[in-house]
Nanobody, 116 residues
Framework: QVQLVESGGGLVQPGGSLRLSCAASGSIFRLTTMGWYRQAPGKQRELVAT???????NYADSVKGRFTISRDNTKNTVYLQMNSLKPEDTAVYYC??????????WGRGTQVTVSS
């Protein structure tokens, strides 16, 4: 059974940085596309960044140049380095593992709050 556990969220000032981690169970990790999504109160969940099994990345326009997604297959962990944080980045951030186009696993989320 696949389990995803996010960590690293917290409260930071605008312009600050955080690094989120997502620890995944299972040997299938190295074969998957991983992603980070976020959901702010009253808004739908949106894609933040993805990284394929071979390291190809994709970012939402709103975070390009500020966020970096990476993975460590030896640790079954995906990271999201977030720099130059803005108040509009405030959301619950969720880790995602895509098995197929129709099957995916989700973590429970970690809160990121950007406020002065």
């Amino acid at each position: 059974q696949v389990q995803l556990v996010e960590s690293g969220g917290g409260l930071v000032q605008p312009g600050g940085s955080l690094r989120l981690s997502c620890a995944a169970s299972g040997s299938i990790f190295r074969l998957t596309t991983m992603g980070w999504y976020r959901q702010a109160p009253g808004k739908q969940r949106e894609l933040v960044a993805t990284i394929t099994n071979v390291g190809a990345t994709n970012y939402a326009d709103s975070v390009k140049g500020r966020f970096t997604i990476s993975r460590d297959n030896t640790k079954n962990t995906v990271y999201l380095q977030m720099n130059s944080l803005k108040p509009e980045d405030t959301a619950v951030y969720y880790c995602n593992m895509a098995i197929t186009t129709t099957v995916a696993y989700w973590g429970r989320g970690t809160q990121v709050t950007v406020s002065s």
